[in-house]
């Protein structure tokens, strides 16, 4: 219909009708309202933005920690081991036999023995000072033992527990030995530590989809004259829905993007002084950023936020009836 | 060409606006809608562009029935319809000349035919050099204008205006009328809301008198 050039000055644009529907083919002029909106509404744009840098913040930092602790008690868990004694002593041919069956168990990452005379030079070791007590011992009186390291998510009591009973039916295991008490507390941290994580992510998680969301209603309130007058002169529901959008998802990419700027640069800086003030040197701490798939997650999180955000407060607003 | 058959409307609080209306303005008609304050010319130009729905009766808008019209519609409706506002409803953040584009950007028009129609309509209305202004910027006439420039832009079926005239001075009101008067020329029906006798009186046209929700006389003033 606006192909047709006015002839005169009273030349009537071809009328629209009930039946006229129009395709909006034209992402370009929705995004350019969407931009134009940012333009006209600059105050209101940063203020959302700054409320999804923040939010966006907040949970990456929680992530971080979380990571970062979690990564530090993967690491002792390193200490959780099962010791097996055998019922007889053991020719070289009949240990390489035991430990194919025992590294064929689910759940066994790597398979170590120790010999007699290395029990007993770790028991020298232990005694540090007082050797002398062992002089004269053979080294035959203490047993020789085959050290289990358990796969990473093998480590918890229950686990750990399930996997003795299924050593013990190996023909050949006499006594095991797992340090049930030490496994049982350290268990109950790792449990405390997930319950922890989960009930305050997921705390923060809904104060952050709450305060931006709330911010969002906020900035389309403020544009509730806009919304009222686009539906005045017959704009359908998308039409006016989706330049707000448009304009959500920038707002949400350009603050989760600030935000992970932000803590990048936090990061760094803490490197680089982490030694001076804390007397450790990160990197052998094992201090790690957050990985790829985290940084992209957390950016969509501010994508989705600053879309859904924008859908859910227009609901209120666009309505035909004025 | 508007109807509406005994048509009833009350607002939430139980208050009566509109008591048994029965009307036809037909297509091409020039019509004032007056009565003292409170009489429900606003609420009967509401049921027009289907700002409101009748709790009673029928209201037919060229032909569709605005109490069966499905929601998705009334978009639709909306674009055959153009409404002056009493508070004209015109965006101060943005310039006359994007105020007056809302009404075709909706329409899916072309930024180039958009910039040529809303030009014309602007100096039909003597407002081609305010064109860049912010509404805030105008006096209370040019405001006006621009409310019937966006009204207008699309060469609707169907005028609405609420108290065009409201608080302006002779010669902008003159001014007001001819482009009423101008645009019923052009085809299009008008509908006007005002308690203002002078206008009324000076321009012989039909006028309807409403009083407390109900017609009190309908003048069919033929010029
Ligand atoms: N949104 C509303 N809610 C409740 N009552 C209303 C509303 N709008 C108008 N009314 C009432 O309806 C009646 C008609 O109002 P209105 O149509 O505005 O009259 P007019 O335009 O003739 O002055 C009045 O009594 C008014 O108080
Ligand atoms: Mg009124």
Redesign the interface.
Known sequence: ???S??AN??A??K????????K?G?LG?FVG?AVTNIR??VLINVLTVVTITFAILLVSLFLLVYVNLQGAVDTFSEKVQVTAYFDNELTPAEFAALKDRIVGLSGVDRVSYVSKDDAMRRFRDRLEGQESILEGVPSEVLPSSIEITLKRSQRSSAAVEAFVKRLKTVSGIGEVQYGEEWLRRFSTFMDFMRITGIVLGGFILLAVVFIVSNTIKLTIFARK??L??????????L?IKIPFMIEGVLQGATGSALALAILGGCYLVFLRNAGNFLSLNPVTAGITFLPVEYLGGLFCGGVLLGFFGSLVSLKRFVS??? | MIQLHNVFLTYHKEQTALDGVNLRIPKGDFVFLTGPSGAGKSTLLKLFYAALRPTRGQVVIDGKNVNRLPEGQIPYLRRMVGVVFQDFKLLPNRTVQENVAITLEVLGWGQKDIGKRVYHTLKQMGLEHKMNSTPLRLSGGEQQRVALARALVNEPRILLADEPTGNLDDANKEQILNLLKEANIRGTTVVVATHDRRLIDTSHRRVIVLDKGQIVEDSHGQE
């Open positions: 219909m606006a192909k050039k006015p000055k009273y009537a644009a009328r629209p009708t009930l039946s006229d529907e129009r909006f034209r002029y309202r006209q509404n004259d806009e009222e007058v686009l539906s005045l002169v017959g704009a359908t529901r039409f035909t009836d004025s």
